[in-house]
């Protein structure tokens, strides 16, 4: 029976508004449904598109375990907005699947930890060695604590595909304006003003949805440390709203629009459209993540341009594991999920994620023969050997996206300055994290 806390209670009410996210059609990438040769059938859900690099990657993973365990997969045609808001339901009754893809943080796999909903796989991570493939900032969104809490010592999920939000740089308007790619945070600055002064608006950015909530996040990684970053993220120590990591993110994020960093209409800009303005070179500088990569590798096609590492000391970036593979507590055949978690986390599936804009947490990087995946898996391993994963602003609560957004609009906008922006966001991060502090 699973259990039921009177923290997962309220947070079971809490956590649908969190969820507000993109319905992506799942695909089956591999057909057929029945008993494989001995028998069984892994019933398997992942929300993927068959074209994206994980798509690929699966599908090609699905017929080596059809060969290699005489298996059937089987899917179900889902989204990922279904799979979020049924889990609950479905996953405490014989319709579980065997195996899914689910949402990493606090919110979503945590909840479904804490509510014994999904397995405890400490087991079976020791039993295939997986621990050894992840890097401990990969480690932190597949381990929870009884509570739900990303971090704690039980393994809950396995991710085998990663990402993290760096700056993607145009070259060829670098080089026109007679300018090299920063190295660190003042030279990164010193780019920005080089640009002002010949007229140009350098950073593409987007107030109405996440972009400037990331780079409010990452300016106050450039003055944190990994402490910081547990404190905030892991509730190991109060987050003082007031103090200099946050104060410094905040005033700089407003001088950034003063300055002409960023245009003044920030607040109704959306993601899309920052995008957009790097795609057709309007803007030569984009702080984003690596989901972007792919699209710009097909339509940033008139310029060069690179992605590289905010460049800070800290070495601190945005960024986690991909999404998790889980089991289901009542799943009926663990044992062959974890036989196919085991064949996607194999070098030849990691390369095809790799080859095809994703960023594979276990990949040879001589199985890597695209040159621009190649830099791209490059800069993700640099930043996991300097323990910089430092995750999203909006993880630690349930709806903090929206109050991100809403205080950072009110900062740019001006209608709030920093002060009362710093004390109405701790505000927010306080309540909504009281449940699990």
């Avoid at 109704?268 to 459209?273: C, F, I, L, P, R």
């Avoid at 310029?303 to 289901?328: H, I, M, Q, R, Y």
């Avoid at 800069?379 to 929206?402: K, V």
Wanted: charged share 20%; hydrophobic share 40%.
């Amino acid at each position: 029976m699973a259990r039921m806390t009177r923290k997962t209670t309220k947070r079971a009410f809490a956590v649908v508004g969190s969820l507000a996210v993109a319905a992506v059609a799942l695909t089956a990438c591999a057909g057929g449904s029945g008993d494989g040769g001995d028998g069984k059938t892994l019933k398997l859900w992942h929300y993927e598109g068959a074209d994206s690099a994980m798509g690929k990657a699966w599908a090609e993973a699905i017929k080596v375990f059809e060969k290699e365990t005489g298996a059937k997969v089987e899917f179900e045609e889902k989204s990922f907005e279904q799979i979020q808001k049924t889990a609950s339901q479905v996953l405490d009754t014989d319709a579980a699947p065997d195996l899914m893809e689910f949402n990493k943080g606090n919110a979503t796999a945590g909840f479904l930890a804490s509510t014994g909903l999904i397995s405890d796989i400490s087991g079976a991570v020791e039993e295939y060695g997986w621990a050894d493939k992840l890097a401990p900032s990969l480690q932190t969104t597949a381990k929870y604590t009884d509570d739900g809490v990303m971090g704690g010592d039980t393994w809950y999920g396995i991710p085998n595909y990663g990402e993290f939000v760096g700056v993607y740089y145009n070259l060829d308007a670098f080089k026109e304006a007679g300018l090299e790619i920063p190295t660190t945070y003042d030279e990164f600055v010193d780019v920005l003003d080089a640009f002002v002064a010949k007229g140009i608006t350098p950073l593409a950015e987007a107030g109405a949805e996440y972009p400037l909530g990331q780079l409010w996040y990452q300016l106050a990684l450039t003055k944190g440390d990994r402490s910081f970053v547990d404190a905030y993220q892991l509730y190991k120590s109060p987050v003082d709203w007031q103090g200099p990591e946050i104060t410094y993110a905040t005033d700089t994020l407003k001088e950034y629009v003063d300055k002409g960093y960023i245009a003044k209409d920030v607040s109704s800009v959306k993601a899309e459209d920052a995008g957009v303005s790097f795609i057709n070179g309007t803007a030569p500088i984009f702080v984003s993540g690596s989901w972007w990569f792919g699209r710009f590798v097909n339509e940033a096609t008139g310029f060069d341009w690179t992605l590289k590492a905010f460049p800070d000391e800290t070495k601190l970036s945005l960024g986690s594991s991909g999404n998790l593979w889980v089991v289901p507590e009542n799943a009926a055949n663990k044992e062959l999920a974890y036989e196919f978690i085991d064949i996607t986390m194999r070098p030849e599936i990691q390369a095809i994620i790799g080859n095809n804009g994703g960023v594979p947490v276990a990949a040879d990087p001589a199985d890597i023969t695209d040159e621009k995946s190649a830099e791209l898996i490059e800069t993700f391993n640099g930043i996991l050997a300097d323990d910089g994963l430092s995750f999203y602003p909006d993880w630690p609560a349930p709806g903090f996206y929206d109050v991100i957004v809403q205080q950072l609009q009110g900062l740019v906008t001006g209608t709030q300055d920093a002060a009362t922006t710093n004390a109405n966001l701790g505000k927010q991060y306080e309540e909504g994290t009281a449940d699990f502090r």
